[in-house]
């Protein structure tokens, strides 16, 4: 086949995921089915588990399948190993992209002796495991080498992954967002956090920023939600006890985990988005307030930096730094009009280069790359 051809044929890709419900690497995988579909590919997405509420919601539910795996074992996924190889036997996929490294093992098993060779794309989401120093579990790190490109979420996850796979292609993917309107204004500003409730987000560092800001007299609203891990219940709780003992009960809401209806309401009525990880790869939430035209006020991890322009379209911070967050947020709350160009700029940006059109067509590059055999691009073109 001709890379000409390569370059112009429907692909017939499959995006394969423990379930498509959860976080933001979920959605994503989600959203790369249904965008690929609308550009006229051939486009599945296959779920190691349950196909899960992301798909299940979707506009192309008939795209998707199960495997119907009930452990997170390759001796307890062997039935949805003999369902995956059928799967690919029968549809003969171009490009298999992989989210997840339980996932991964299933597809490079799944392509060996078939007479089409699917290429398989992984992609490593958590900048969690880098920013510790650890690495995967031997069986991940052997099908990581096997695989026929490799994506991080960041610059940083890409070299790391380049470490564990010195002579495999490896890029960076930045996800894409739906287009929705830009949030409402307000003279009184509501601050956003979104997040998991976990020590690496250090949601602490947004309530002392907010109790320094409230104690030089600035008005403002936070709301802080997200989902609670299982076992972390407790630390939800102690930030809740917290924001009682820093006089805070009537500035700060914890909500917990919303529903996309409820988290809507608070996305169009915010002002200010506040990410404060230790690190991360790039936060879809992040890229969702962008597109609401949010003044992001983030610290500088991972390609946030990258994302926000090297701070043209939000105000990066040091992790860890509460200061350096109040600091920040103090720009932001007291002068309304640098408040909503940030958030126009960031807007601006999110429709040009985060759209749920914009990713597709960077996955196509990447997979047009792998058929082509042009790897080597995917550094200068996926990201």
């Not at 490799?150 to 890409?158: N, W």
């Not at 500088?300 to 990258?306: E, F, K, P």
Request: with cysteine.
């Amino acid at each position: 086949m001709s890379i000409m051809s390569n370059f112009e044929r429907p692909l017939r890709v499959a995006q394969l995921i423990g379930t498509f419900g959860g976080g933001g690497a979920q959605r994503q995988a989600a959203a790369l089915v249904e965008s690929l579909a609308v550009r006229g590919h051939h486009s599945m997405g296959i779920a190691v588990r349950s196909v899960g509420p992301f798909a299940e919601s979707s506009a192309h539910r008939s795209a998707f399948v199960s495997l119907g795996a009930s452990q997170r074992s390759l001796l307890g996924a062997a039935p949805a190993l003999a369902r995956l190889r059928a799967i690919v036997r029968r549809e003969r996929f171009d490009v298999i992209h992989v989210h997840g490294s339980f996932s991964l093992p299933l597809a490079i098993s799944a392509t060996m002796w078939q007479s089409v060779r699917s290429k398989v794309v992984f992609i490593w989401q958590d900048s969690g495991i880098v920013h510790a120093g650890k690495l995967p579990p031997v069986p991940q790190r052997l099908a990581i080498r096997r695989a026929s490109g490799l994506l991080g979420s960041s610059h940083a996850v890409s070299a790391w992954l380049q470490g564990l796979a010195p002579r495999s292609q490896v890029g960076v993917f930045h996800g894409g967002v739906p287009e929705v309107r830009p949030c409402s204004s307000s003279e009184i500003p509501t601050i956003v956090w979104l997040g998991r409730w976990v020590s690496g987000k250090a949601p602490h560092l947004l309530l002392e920023a907010a109790a320094t800001l409230r104690s030089e007299g600035h008005r403002f609203r936070a709301v802080m939600a997200g989902p609670v891990p299982r076992g972390r219940e407790s630390f939800l709780k102690m930030l809740r006890d917290q924001v009682k003992e820093m006089g805070l009960e009537h500035v700060v809401e914890m909500p917990g985990e919303l529903g996309d209806q409820q988290l809507d309401i608070l996305l169009d009525g915010s002002q200010i988005a506040v990410q404060t990880s230790h690190s991360e790869g790039l936060s879809m939430a992040l890229l969702e307030q962008m597109m609401r035209g949010h003044a992001i006020v983030a610290t500088d991890v991972g390609d946030t930096r990258v994302a926000l322009a090297d701070g043209d379209c939000g105000l990066l911070t040091r992790p860890g730094d509460a200061g350096s967050l109040a600091d920040a947020l103090r720009v932001v709350i007291a002068d309304r009009v640098q408040r909503e160009a940030l958030g126009a700029r960031a807007r601006q940006r999110a429709i040009a280069e985060y759209s749920l059109d914009a990713m597709a067509r960077k996955a196509e590059f990447v997979y047009r790359s792998m058929l082509a055999g042009g790897g080597a691009a995917l550094n200068r073109r996926a990201a």
